[in-house]
């Protein structure tokens, strides 16, 4: 298979992954974490034998390969990409103070935080500043056992510096 243009071709590491909480999810669970190493390129910024980790539906898969447009790639050996920002929640959820046990599915994810990691593409947002960001758009990733969101910087409602 060879990507053309701004594709991708991608294959699924294989290694465990262990959240914080010591939880061990093998690489056969179903998770949005799931990291992928960079097969065949059609595009500069994302080169053979990277790591990355990309969000959205693939545009075609043959085997445990997957063709993966570059505009889905959040991240590429740790380093945000195009107008993404990864930000450090103060807390994980957004949870209302009640006594009822809410399950971990039906938690909102934080939508503010510090911005830790921008995009080259990013324009409004500095390292640093806390941002707010519209309800479901972040995206949930552990970098070195860390809980961070990521979220494209269209879906920021404010920046403060």
């Known amino acids: 298979m060879k990507p053309l243009g701004n594709n991708v071709v991608v294959k699924k590491k294989p290694r465990e992954m262990v959240r914080p909480s010591g939880i ?4 056969t669970a179903s998770d ?3 990291e992928w190493g960079v097969v065949v390129s059609g595009n500069e910024k994302v080169s053979e034998g990277r790591e990355v980790l ?5 545009c075609y898969a043959e085997g445990d390969m997957k063709l993966v447009h570059v505009k889905k790639i959040l991240l590429c050996d740790g380093d945000v990409l ?16 009640t006594k009822l046990e809410i399950p971990d599915t039906s938690k909102r994810l934080n939508t503010e935080g510090e911005v830790v990691s921008i ?14 960001c519209r309800d479901g758009s972040p995206i949930h990733v552990i970098l070195d056992q860390e ?3 990521i ?4 879906n920021v409602l404010y920046v403060r510096k």
């Open 147 to 149: 809980d961070y969101l």
């Open 151 to 154: 979220v494209n910087e269209k």
């Open 54 to 58: 990309y969000f959205g539906k693939h």
């Open 119 to 132: 995009g080259a593409d990013v324009e409004e947002v500095a390292l640093g500043d806390r941002i707010v």
């Open 24 to 27: 061990i999810i093998p690489e």
């Open 32 to 34: 949005p974490n799931s």
């Open 82 to 97: 195009e107008g993404n920002i990864l930000y450090a929640p103060d807390t994980l959820y957004n949870v209302p103070e």
